[in-house]
């Protein structure tokens, strides 16, 4: 059975651009396109609390946002088979589960909540840090197109995944794909030169995350691939990187993987400050 990509959307700015952006995407990968809303009767959902005809007056309203969402989709895109579901719960929990059945799962940045200047809402943290399924998500400002894509690679198999995604993602555009290993020379207080030879470890690096790469070229050769070995916080290289990518991915952990911690800390610092839509992908053995 073909799986879709799922878009939710809240009716708010951001989720119109993550609207856009999932119907593009299923344009490009010849898929259907599910647009879901999910409704949260939590804070009526008191004994105490009764509001005539309620349902039906939640219910209308998640309609029209999803109406206007299908319109939004099909626009433009004849071929595009748009779907929209109206689902009951808590929306993070409701989206986890949505993301199980797709092929990736779109939802903007933000939403109608949280308190402004916020730059990644709970939700969107939430469902990135737990879904099965690459999440995308989608900032409401309007991107400026590129023509390239960004992945942030570490040598782990934790952020292999990524590269995959990342790959099939610019062959589709058939866009150039930038791989970028950002390291830390580490600083210690009593000892602060460990290191004497700084050139000599960036080479010992870009000979590891070249050779790692290598047979990833082979596998996809029309893809035009630029390696660049930073010597930075890999947040601010992959942010810096986002100012001029379409799409930045990245696993959802890396070398330091802790299991403990559902979002590693540079795919949660990337998601709150990257400038283009975002892509967290997250490895079979993580989500199980
Ligand atoms: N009820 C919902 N139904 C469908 N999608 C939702 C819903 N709530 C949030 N989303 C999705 O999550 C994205 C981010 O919204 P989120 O709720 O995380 O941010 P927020 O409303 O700004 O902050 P918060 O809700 O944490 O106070 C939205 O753009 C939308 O794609
Ligand atoms: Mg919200």
Known sequence: MTQPIVVATDG??????????AADDAVRKGLPLRIVHVLDRLPYDLPRYEIPDFEDRLSQAGRRILDEAAQAAREGRPGLEVTTELLFGDPAHVLRDQAGGSAELVMGSRGLGGFRGMLLGSVSANVAGHAEAP???????????HNEIVVGFDGSEESKPALVYA??????????????????????????????????????????????????????PEVETRLEVVCSHPVT???????????????SHGRRALTAVLLGSVSRGVLHHA????????SKREAS
């Open 12 to 21: 708010s700015p951001a989720a119109a651009a993550a609207v856009t952006w």
């Open 167 to 220: 790959f099939e993602a610019a062959r589709l555009r058939g866009c150039p794909l930038r791989v970028i290993y950002a390291y830390q020379i580490p600083v210690y207080t009593y000892a602060p030169v460990v290191v004497d030879d700084v050139e000599e470890l960036r080479r010992v690096q870009e000979d590891f995350i070249r050779t790692e790469l290598e047979s990833w070229h082979d596998k996809h």
């Open 135 to 145: 999440v995308v998500v989608v900032r409401a400002t309007p991107a400026t197109p």
């Open 237 to 251: 290289a992959l942010v810096e990187a986002s100012e001029d990518a379409d799409l930045l991915v990245v696993g």
């Open 275 to 282: 400038r283009c839509p975002v892509a967290v992908v997250r």
